[in-house]
T-cell receptor
Framework: GAVVSQHPSRVICKSGTSVKIECRSL??????MFWYRQFPKQSLMLMAT?????????EQGVEKDKFLINHASLTLSTLTVTSAHPEDSSFYIC??????????FGPGTRLTVT | QKEVEQDPGPLSVPEGAIVSLNCTYS??????FMWYRQYSRKGPELLMY????GNKEDGRFTSQVDKSSKYISLFIRDSQPSDSATYLC???????????????FGKGTHLIIQP
């Protein structure tokens, strides 16, 4: 079956630094990747939609200059949280899809900003 | 065998019918069970959250968790065309919103409610 991996699974960084999260589709070509964020006791919130080779489309309220998304290949998308602050601490999960409606989610990355 | 099995469908039913969506899992450590609904080009939204075994009702939605059988269900009563979406089950061994590891999701069931 289709597998999506994320790296790292957990990361702790200091306030003001940047952190990069990778999302990979391991056995299929992901034409579209999604990035979600989940705060405690909240649903997964879509942050952005990324199509390979194109600029990401960000949801309302998501700062595109703070959350840099790169989808340079059909198997890799990266989310870089720039100048991270404690309020950015959250659970970030990506998903990837081929042309069908099915999305395959990564296992998530727990970011803690101290 | 995947940790969580969910029939991707599509499942097509007439309006007003009772819909039953199911997932099975193999990891006995799972204790928290969730159902997400996802409309096209939208992020999944949390529908139901259940801890351990039992039933939980919220409006037209009822979730059932049977840990002894490692089987969870979501029932939708009086289904509406607006219920047409993809429904994902998800589960975790620990409370995901208290610093636990990632969720294990099912693949999602594409549900179509015919007017």
């Amino acid at each position: 079956g289709a597998v999506v991996s994320q790296h790292p699974s957990r990361v702790i960084c200091k306030s003001g630094t940047s952190v990069k999260i990778e999302c990979r589709s391991l056995d299929f070509q992901a034409t579209t990747m999604f990035w979600y964020r989940q705060f405690p006791k909240q649903s997964l919130m879509l942050m952005a939609t990324s199509n390979e080779g194109s600029k990401a489309t960000y949801e309302q309220g998501v700062e595109k200059d703070k959350f840099l998304i790169n989808h340079a290949s059909l198997t890799l998308s990266t989310l870089t949280v720039t100048s991270a602050h404690p309020e950015d601490s959250s659970f970030y999960i990506c998903s990837a899809k081929e042309s069908s409606y099915e999305q395959y989610f990564g296992p998530g990355t727990r970011l803690t900003v101290t | 065998q995947k940790e969580v099995e969910q029939d991707p469908g599509p499942l097509s039913v007439p309006e007003g019918a009772i819909v039953s969506l199911n997932c099975t899992y193999s990891n006995s450590a799972f204790q928290y069970f969730m159902w997400y609904r996802q409309y096209s080009r939208k992020g999944p939204e949390l529908l139901m959250y259940t801890y351990s075994s039992g039933n939980k009702e919220d409006g037209r939605f009822t979730s059932q968790v049977d840990k002894s059988s490692k089987y969870i269900s979501l029932f939708i009563r009086d289904s509406q065309p607006s219920d047409s979406a993809t429904y994902l089950c998800a589960m975790s061994a620990l409370r995901v919103w208290e610093g636990a590891d990632g969720l294990t999701f099912g693949k999602g069931t594409h549900l179509i409610i015919q007017p």
